[in-house]
């Protein structure tokens, strides 16, 4: 991406963030996957090829928020502690 403003504002609430619709549409499957996946529907993927994702777009954008959460609940649940640079100096 090579923008940290807009990396920061994404981070922030990415609704509110200057985004284009791909971007936008990307992070709100990204969200409703991540927090509400059994609410999932064929309209979830439909909505990301109406902005120009192509069926494997979609996969490779599923299996990273799946991979994701995956590596995430695994360091979860064996109590893995989180390098300090993750975080950066400012928390």
Do not use: C
Request: glycine share 6%.
């Amino acid at each position: 991406m090579k923008d940290d403003d807009l990396a920061e504002r994404i981070e922030a609430d990415h609704r509110t963030a200057d985004l284009g619709p791909r971007r936008r549409a990307m992070l709100e499957y990204a969200e409703k996957l991540t927090r509400t996946p059994a609410a999932m529907q064929a309209g979830d993927v439909e909505a990301l090829r109406r902005v120009g994702f192509s069926d494997t777009d979609v996969l490779h954008i599923a299996e990273v928020i799946a991979y994701y959460a995956y590596v995430n609940r695994i360091a979860d649940g064996l109590g893995v502690d989180l390098e300090p640079w993750i975080w950066g100096s400012d928390r």
